[in-house]
């Protein structure tokens, strides 16, 4: 039924479980996953400290260092099952903006996803990646947690 699995992972716990069951649901529907990370540009501040100054290309080098990070620990468990693989990392200041377009990109069928199930104050201002994906895309989503 499903052929082709997008799982954005964002190299935490949850994404880790999230990916073992990817794999898992991928094995029993012979799939393939599409595994994406995304990394959010350099934040910008109107109000810097004078003290402070952060190297805004090292930032960049770092978290794309750390979203292949991401997609290698899924490569891995893909490559152990022996469930084709594809991994892709991204930039962009809108996560969910990426993953959507991404599995339009890759013809998935599914977006295979873990939410943190955060609430309150937290879901107000943190926002949540898990309820825009759902909210923008017309695939079916499994939400993990």
Same mark, same amino acid.
């Given at each position: 039924m499903?052929?082709?699995?997008?799982?954005?992972?964002?190299?935490?716990?949850?994404?880790?479980?999230?990916?073992?069951?990817?794999?898992?649901?991928?094995?029993?529907?012979?799939?393939?996953?599409?595994?994406?990370s995304?990394?959010?540009?350099?934040?910008?501040?109107?109000?810097?400290?004078?003290?402070?100054?952060?190297?805004?290309?090292?930032?960049?080098?770092?978290?794309?260092?750390?979203?292949? !990070?991401?997609?290698?620990?899924?490569?891995?468990?893909?490559?152990?099952?022996?469930?084709?693989?594809?991994?892709?990392?991204?930039?962009?200041?809108s996560?969910?903006?990426?993953?959507?377009?991404?599995?339009? !990109?890759?013809?998935?069928?599914?977006?295979?996803?873990?939410?943190?199930?955060?609430?309150?104050l937290?879901?107000?201002f943190?926002?949540?990646?898990?309820?825009?994906?759902?909210?923008?895309?017309?695939?079916?989503?499994?939400?993990?947690?």
């Open positions: 499903f052929k082709s699995i997008l799982l954005p992972t964002d190299g935490s716990s949850l994404s880790e479980k999230a990916a073992a069951t990817a794999v898992q649901f991928a094995q029993l529907n012979g799939a393939k996953i599409v595994a994406v995304v990394v959010q540009p350099f934040p910008l501040s109107a109000f810097g400290d004078g003290g402070v100054v952060l190297d805004a290309g090292l930032y960049e080098q770092q978290m794309q260092e750390a979203a292949q !990070k991401n997609i290698d620990k899924v490569a891995a468990l893909a490559q152990a099952a022996n469930v084709p693989f594809e991994g892709v990392t991204a930039v962009s200041v996560p969910y903006e990426e993953i959507v377009a991404t599995a339009t !990109k890759k013809n998935c069928d599914i977006i295979l996803m873990a939410s943190h199930g955060r609430t309150g937290n879901k107000l943190l926002g949540s990646e898990t309820q825009k994906v759902l909210a923008h895309t017309s695939l079916p989503v499994m939400v993990l947690r």
